[in-house]
Protein backbone atom coordinates (compact mmCIF):
# COMPACT_ATOMS: atom_id res chain seq x y z
CA UNK A 1 0.00 0.00 0.00
CA UNK A 2 0.85 3.90 -0.43
CA UNK A 3 3.24 4.86 2.85
CA UNK A 4 3.73 8.44 4.07
CA UNK A 5 3.66 11.49 1.42
CA UNK A 6 4.50 15.05 1.67
CA UNK A 7 4.40 17.87 -0.05
CA UNK A 8 5.93 19.66 -1.68
CA UNK A 9 9.40 17.70 -1.61
CA UNK A 10 11.13 21.07 -1.90
CA UNK A 11 10.37 24.52 -0.73
CA UNK A 12 12.34 27.85 -1.03
CA UNK A 13 11.19 30.86 0.99
CA UNK A 14 12.09 34.53 1.41
CA UNK A 15 12.79 35.38 5.17
CA UNK A 16 9.86 36.67 7.08
CA UNK A 17 7.61 34.68 4.56
CA UNK A 18 5.03 32.05 5.98
CA UNK A 19 5.05 28.01 4.47
CA UNK A 20 2.54 25.31 5.03
CA UNK A 21 4.22 22.12 4.64
CA UNK A 22 1.56 18.96 4.21
CA UNK A 23 1.72 15.16 5.60
CA UNK A 24 -0.82 12.58 4.07
CA UNK A 25 -0.46 9.40 6.86
CA UNK A 26 -0.76 5.38 6.23
CA UNK A 27 -4.19 5.35 5.86
CA UNK A 28 -5.70 4.11 9.22
CA UNK A 29 -2.85 4.99 11.09
CA UNK A 30 -3.88 7.28 14.34
CA UNK A 31 -0.73 8.61 15.10
CA UNK A 32 1.50 11.10 13.04
CA UNK A 33 4.28 13.01 14.20
CA UNK A 34 6.29 15.66 12.98
CA UNK A 35 10.06 16.23 13.39
CA UNK A 36 12.85 18.41 12.01
CA UNK A 37 16.37 17.46 10.61
CA UNK A 38 18.39 20.06 10.56
CA UNK A 39 21.80 19.72 8.50
CA UNK A 40 24.64 17.57 10.71
CA UNK A 41 22.54 17.10 13.62
CA UNK A 42 19.94 14.54 14.77
CA UNK A 43 16.21 14.63 14.13
CA UNK A 44 14.50 16.56 16.35
CA UNK A 45 10.64 15.95 17.72
CA UNK A 46 8.10 18.67 17.20
CA UNK A 47 4.86 18.11 17.49
CA UNK A 48 2.45 14.36 17.76
CA UNK A 49 -1.21 13.64 16.80
CA UNK A 50 -2.93 11.10 18.40
CA UNK A 51 -6.53 10.43 17.90
CA UNK A 52 -8.99 12.60 18.77
CA UNK A 53 -6.42 13.79 22.03
CA UNK A 54 -4.97 16.83 22.49
CA UNK A 55 -1.21 17.01 20.49
CA UNK A 56 1.51 16.86 21.83
CA UNK A 57 3.20 20.52 21.18
CA UNK A 58 6.35 19.72 23.65
CA UNK A 59 8.95 19.78 20.30
CA UNK A 60 7.82 22.90 18.74
CA UNK A 61 10.34 25.41 18.91
CA UNK A 62 8.54 28.73 18.90
CA UNK A 63 4.78 30.31 18.73
CA UNK A 64 5.78 30.63 14.91
CA UNK A 65 5.25 26.75 14.28
CA UNK A 66 2.03 25.38 14.39
CA UNK A 67 0.21 22.48 13.06
CA UNK A 68 -3.11 21.10 12.37
CA UNK A 69 -4.55 17.47 11.90
CA UNK A 70 -7.93 17.65 9.68
CA UNK A 71 -10.25 15.05 10.04
CA UNK A 72 -7.61 12.24 11.97
CA UNK A 73 -6.03 12.33 8.70
CA UNK A 74 -3.97 14.57 6.89
CA UNK A 75 -1.69 17.40 8.24
CA UNK A 76 -0.14 20.50 7.74
CA UNK A 77 2.75 21.90 9.41
CA UNK A 78 2.41 26.10 9.54
CA UNK A 79 5.78 28.28 9.51
CA UNK A 80 4.95 31.71 9.79
CA UNK A 81 7.52 34.71 9.57
CA UNK A 82 10.51 32.22 8.13
CA UNK A 83 13.62 32.32 9.48
CA UNK A 84 16.81 31.76 8.02
CA UNK A 85 17.51 29.18 10.92
CA UNK A 86 14.21 27.20 9.91
CA UNK A 87 16.26 26.10 7.11
CA UNK A 88 16.01 22.05 7.44
CA UNK A 89 14.37 18.62 5.89
CA UNK A 90 11.13 18.69 7.72
CA UNK A 91 9.83 14.45 8.54
CA UNK A 92 6.37 13.52 9.17
CA UNK A 93 5.91 10.20 10.50
CA UNK A 94 2.57 8.04 11.35
CA UNK A 95 1.95 5.06 13.11
CA UNK A 96 -1.14 2.67 13.71
CA UNK A 97 -2.26 3.66 17.08
CA UNK A 98 0.65 5.36 19.20
CA UNK A 99 4.46 5.71 20.11
CA UNK A 100 4.90 2.26 20.96
CA UNK A 101 4.05 0.79 17.17
CA UNK A 102 6.70 1.37 14.48
CA UNK A 103 6.94 4.96 12.83
CA UNK A 104 6.78 5.03 8.75
CA UNK A 105 8.79 8.39 7.43
CA UNK A 106 7.68 10.07 4.61
CA UNK A 107 10.06 11.29 2.29
CA UNK A 108 10.50 14.92 4.01
CA UNK A 109 9.65 18.39 2.85
CA UNK A 110 13.78 20.40 2.18
CA UNK A 111 12.82 24.21 3.36
CA UNK A 112 15.23 26.59 2.16
CA UNK A 113 14.82 30.31 3.82
CA UNK A 114 16.47 32.81 2.03
CA UNK B 1 17.65 16.00 30.75
CA UNK B 2 16.70 12.76 28.70
CA UNK B 3 19.45 12.27 25.94
CA UNK B 4 20.58 9.78 23.31
CA UNK B 5 24.43 9.94 22.98
CA UNK B 6 25.73 7.80 19.49
CA UNK B 7 28.97 7.02 18.70
CA UNK B 8 30.68 7.02 16.50
CA UNK B 9 29.65 10.32 14.67
CA UNK B 10 30.89 8.71 11.52
CA UNK B 11 32.72 5.63 10.43
CA UNK B 12 34.14 4.42 7.36
CA UNK B 13 34.79 0.92 6.71
CA UNK B 14 35.78 -1.73 3.57
CA UNK B 15 33.05 -4.30 2.19
CA UNK B 16 32.49 -7.50 3.81
CA UNK B 17 34.16 -5.86 7.17
CA UNK B 18 31.93 -6.31 10.28
CA UNK B 19 31.05 -2.94 12.35
CA UNK B 20 29.41 -1.72 15.91
CA UNK B 21 27.43 1.17 16.29
CA UNK B 22 27.22 2.96 20.16
CA UNK B 23 24.01 3.93 21.71
CA UNK B 24 23.61 5.76 25.00
CA UNK B 25 20.27 7.40 26.95
CA UNK B 26 19.35 8.82 29.87
CA UNK B 27 15.95 8.91 28.61
CA UNK B 28 13.77 8.00 31.25
CA UNK B 29 10.62 6.76 31.72
CA UNK B 30 12.30 4.15 29.10
CA UNK B 31 9.44 2.21 27.01
CA UNK B 32 11.52 1.07 24.17
CA UNK B 33 14.32 1.68 22.19
CA UNK B 34 14.72 1.55 18.19
CA UNK B 35 17.31 1.48 15.14
CA UNK B 36 16.64 3.12 11.99
CA UNK B 37 18.97 3.45 8.80
CA UNK B 38 18.77 5.92 6.78
CA UNK B 39 19.57 6.47 3.64
CA UNK B 40 20.82 10.26 1.76
CA UNK B 41 17.17 12.21 1.15
CA UNK B 42 15.38 9.50 2.61
CA UNK B 43 13.08 9.17 5.69
CA UNK B 44 14.09 7.06 8.64
CA UNK B 45 13.53 2.79 7.94
CA UNK B 46 13.31 1.07 11.07
CA UNK B 47 15.55 -1.83 11.84
CA UNK B 48 14.89 -2.77 15.13
CA UNK B 49 12.70 -2.20 18.34
CA UNK B 50 13.51 -3.58 22.17
CA UNK B 51 11.59 -3.33 25.18
CA UNK B 52 13.11 -3.36 28.25
CA UNK B 53 12.96 -7.29 28.98
CA UNK B 54 14.99 -7.49 25.33
CA UNK B 55 18.72 -7.85 25.08
CA UNK B 56 19.09 -8.75 21.70
CA UNK B 57 17.20 -8.75 18.41
CA UNK B 58 18.50 -9.10 14.48
CA UNK B 59 17.25 -8.47 11.77
CA UNK B 60 19.77 -10.21 8.94
CA UNK B 61 22.55 -8.71 8.85
CA UNK B 62 21.82 -6.16 11.95
CA UNK B 63 22.03 -6.89 15.15
CA UNK B 64 20.97 -5.32 17.62
CA UNK B 65 21.77 -5.37 21.71
CA UNK B 66 20.03 -3.69 24.72
CA UNK B 67 21.49 -3.17 28.09
CA UNK B 68 19.18 -1.85 30.51
CA UNK B 69 21.06 -1.51 33.64
CA UNK B 70 23.69 0.56 32.09
CA UNK B 71 21.69 2.41 29.54
CA UNK B 72 23.74 1.50 26.33
CA UNK B 73 22.83 -0.29 23.12
CA UNK B 74 24.67 -1.26 20.24
CA UNK B 75 23.72 -2.33 16.39
CA UNK B 76 25.93 -4.62 14.91
CA UNK B 77 26.44 -4.83 11.05
CA UNK B 78 28.11 -8.71 9.96
CA UNK B 79 29.66 -8.71 6.24
CA UNK B 80 28.68 -5.04 4.98
CA UNK B 81 27.18 -4.64 1.84
CA UNK B 82 28.06 -1.07 0.09
CA UNK B 83 24.37 -0.59 0.56
CA UNK B 84 24.92 -0.52 4.28
CA UNK B 85 26.03 3.29 3.56
CA UNK B 86 24.31 5.31 5.85
CA UNK B 87 22.97 6.83 8.85
CA UNK B 88 22.26 4.74 11.76
CA UNK B 89 19.86 6.62 14.34
CA UNK B 90 19.12 5.36 17.88
CA UNK B 91 15.80 6.50 19.19
CA UNK B 92 14.72 6.24 22.70
CA UNK B 93 10.78 6.12 23.07
CA UNK B 94 9.49 6.94 26.43
CA UNK B 95 6.69 6.34 28.40
CA UNK B 96 5.26 9.60 29.58
CA UNK B 97 5.64 12.89 29.73
CA UNK B 98 6.30 15.21 26.66
CA UNK B 99 8.82 14.55 24.09
CA UNK B 100 7.73 11.06 23.82
CA UNK B 101 10.94 10.00 21.64
CA UNK B 102 14.06 10.97 21.67
CA UNK B 103 16.75 10.57 18.74
CA UNK B 104 20.46 10.28 18.82
CA UNK B 105 22.49 12.55 15.88
CA UNK B 106 23.37 9.90 14.50
CA UNK B 107 26.46 7.50 13.02
CA UNK B 108 27.06 8.08 9.54
CA UNK B 109 28.79 4.63 8.01
CA UNK B 110 30.62 4.95 4.67
CA UNK B 111 31.10 1.02 3.40
CA UNK B 112 33.59 1.39 0.97
CA UNK B 113 34.73 -1.07 -2.27
Known amino acids: GAGVSQSPSNKVTEKGKDVELRCDPI?????LYWYRQSLGQGLEFLIY????????KSGLPSDRFSAERTGGSVSTLTIQRTQQEDSAVYLC????????????FGPGTRLTVT | KNQVEQSPQSLIILEGKNCTLQCNYTVSPFSNLRWYKQDTGRGPVSLTIMTFSENTKSNGRYTATLDADTKQSSLHITASQLSDSASYICVVTRNSGNTPLVFGKGTRLSVIA
Open chain 1, 49 to 56: FQGNSAPD
Open chain 1, 27 to 31: SGHTA
Open chain 1, 93 to 104: ASSLDGTLDEQY
